[in-house]
């Protein structure tokens, strides 16, 4: 899981948390997670129960609170049946399938629900979110099936299973170990939640779950996008590339920011190289015409458009992640249950903010943008592995050996890898179709449109896991690629990558497994020890 060095302790008011913020604290360890309610939200909370309160004196309809869910809300119950409406509205939806989220998407999931509960207009009291987050504190982590989410209304599936842990049902994860939630609880000393009415409908009729993955997927695409910097950096050492195509005046004749940064990025990681090339550097080498009107030049001029085009389309993903992420701030802090109280009007309003549309159409550019990363890594690594296009490297990367030396002719190197990050790239790109245009009627046609905004979520993280892939067996290849070069001649930055990698993976003399290597990178990568390494110190 990615690395966070010091990540500050979080008081939530509901309208204040960053993506960032709840990425970085759902990566910290198990029971490290501070994270309370602030005091006004506290009293807006107590304002908004105080309101359902009067209503559900006067007995009218609430939907959800005094009527059925959904197309049952022309069922209207008495006050007093609405504390076991709550409880049966959560264990009727406890029909998830597929594997467990992970801990950091759980973690992830209670901050924002406990964000959104806390604008105070869920008619939720404190103490229960309290207990939320106090679980959270103590690493007891609801065990949240994958599937079962439309992505509208809200993720009610998913999170009635963290409701669930709330009232002491099923099953959690206490530090580590799976064990029953009643449990975990009574261990921790915390009491389990009698639900009052309305208070099941807002844990679980949001899109807290989807956001969670969201996030956590925007903070892996960044690094992502910094490693194929990294990447398009080392490829044009490995190449003796021509790096006058990132030279600010180009980027500055179109400047989309992620471009712009993009170049910037690369050509600082190129700072002090031996190995790269610039046109100028071209032009003091090259042979003259002298009178000729024709002359096959002995090097090109500019490269191909992987190594040569790499700002612009790392640039794409750098772009996209900042209007996601302005979306997904937007989205947790967000209240995103129905219905909502008005206090300051004294009002009941129904509506449908637990539409996940935004964190559906956001994941859907990003996994695509995200995906071109990995074509673009594959068609890098495609050239630094063919002689035909390699600048004289060996074939394959292999150790040259002399035609009498009796393992000549035996080796392939990186052949096998190249194919298998292929292979890789065409499982990123097929992941790329729009899940937000699969809307599904349900519910007796009452979730007649639906966001599919989890599933496109899921989807953006699966293909940051496929893109981790391709990078890491790139840049094994690279880090060959640069022995051979010369790793004294490569840039500061590089050589410090270089040797970070040659800790967990020896310079390839014969043909071997290298799958464990593969994965020794991705972690490095997760983790973002390459970037740190390179003297990036944040998730920039």
């Not at 987050?133 to 994958?146: A, H, M, S, T």
């Not at 991705?522 to 740190?532: N, Q, S, W």
Request: aromatic share 4%.
């Amino acid at each position: 899981m990615p690395h966070v060095s010091t990540v500050p302790d979080l008081e939530l008011d509901g309208t204040g948390l960053s993506p960032r913020a709840v990425a970085a604290a759902a990566r910290r360890g198990g029971g490290d997670t501070g994270v309370t309610l602030g005091a006004e939200a506290v009293e807006r909370m107590r304002a908004s129960v105080g309101l359902k309160n009067t209503l559900l004196a006067r007995e009218i309809p609430i939907y959800g609170v005094t009527t059925g869910f959904g197309d049952s809300c022309v069922r209207q119950i008495s006050p007093d049946k609405a504390h076991e409406l709550q409880r049966n509205l959560v264990l009727y939806h406890l029909n998830g399938t597929g594997p467990a989220a992970v801990p950091a998407v759980a973690r992830a999931t209670m901050i924002i629900r406990a964000n959104a509960l806390a604008r105070g207009v869920s008619a939720i009291r404190p103490e229960a979110v309290s207990a939320l987050l106090e679980c959270l504190g103590r690493d007891v982590l609801p065990l949240i099936p994958e599937r079962g989410s439309l992505g509208a209304s809200g993720d009610l599936v998913p999170l009635c299973y963290l409701a669930a842990a709330l009232i002491g049902e099923g099953q959690v994860l206490h530090r580590g170990t799976v064990r029953p939630a009643i449990d975990a609880l009574r261990e921790e000393g915390i009491e389990p939640v009698r639900l009052a009415p309305k208070e099941g409908i807002a844990l679980i009729n949001g899109t807290s779950f989807a956001a969670a993955y969201a996030v956590l997927a925007a903070w892996d695409a960044r690094e992502l996008a910094f490693v194929a910097e990294l990447a398009t950096a080392m490829t044009l050492e490995a190449l003796h590339g021509n790096a006058s195509a990132l030279h600010p005046f180009v980027h500055a004749a179109k400047p989309h920011d992620g471009q712009v940064r993009s170049a910037e990025v690369v050509r600082t990681l190129l700072a002090g190289s031996r190995l790269a090339t610039s046109f100028d550097d071209i032009l003091v080498r090259r042979e003259t015409l002298a009178g000729r009107g024709y002359l096959q030049l002995n090097e090109r001029i500019q490269d191909k458009y992987s190594v040569r085009c790499a700002p612009q389309i790392i640039g794409i993903a750098r772009d996209t992640l900042e209007w996601a992420e302005s979306w997904l701030d937007t989205e947790i802090n967000s209240a995103t249950d129905n219905p909502l109280f008005d206090v300051d009007e004294s009002g009941l309003h129904l509506g449908g903010n637990f539409y996940a549309g935004h964190v559906g159409q956001a994941m859907d550019s990003l996994k695509t943008a995200v995906a071109g990363l990995a074509n673009l890594l594959d068609r890098q690594l495609a050239l630094v592995v063919d002689e035909k296009f390699n600048e004289g490297l060996p074939p394959n990367l292999v150790v040259a050996r002399h035609a009498d030396d009796p393992e000549a002719g035996l080796h392939h190197g990186f052949k096998g890898m190249q194919i298998a990050a292929s292979a890789v790239t065409a499982e990123a790109l097929k992941q790329t179709g729009p899940v937000s245009v699969f809307s599904r009627s349900t519910e007796a046609h009452n979730q007649d449109i639906v966001s599919m905004g989890t599933i496109s979520a899921r989807d953006a993280r699966t293909v940051n896991g496929l893109v981790r892939e391709v990078a890491a067996i790139h840049l094994l290849a690279l880090a060959q690629a640069i022995d051979l070069r010369g790793v004294e001649k490569a840039s500061p930055a590089v050589r410090a990558v270089h040797g970070l990698i040659r800790e967990h993976s020896a310079f390839v003399t014969h043909d071997r497994r290298l799958d464990q290597d593969i994965e020794a990178v991705i972690g490095l990568i997760e983790t973002g020890a390459l970037r740190r390494a390179a003297g990036f110190a944040d998730n920039a």
